[in-house]
């Protein structure tokens, strides 16, 4: 099968939170698969319907052991879902429309 998709996607594993469903507050921890300039692969526990619109952080590790680490803030919409292989839970696909890197607060 060839390759259809038009941005490159980097395989990386970092922790994610879901901070937002539409509208709705919404908490759920989930770990990165692989992201691109358009979108996230991520699995969860959680399931989240096709279509709805979610915020969610990234966390970012620190470039040196003196930097801050950082949270990248996303929005997105749930493009599919599926039982994730490697893990008790869901793969899902999320678009990136939205996304600015902040700085953790404790």
Known sequence: MMEQRKHRRYPIRLPLRILRRGS???FARGETRNLSSRGVLFVSDQEIEVGERIEFAISWPAGNRHAEPLDLYCLGKVL????APDVQGYAIA???ERYAFTRLTE
Request: hydrophobic share 50%.
């Open 24 to 26: 709705i507050p919404f």
């Open 94 to 96: 999320v678009t990136l």
């Open 80 to 83: 599919r879902i599926s039982t």
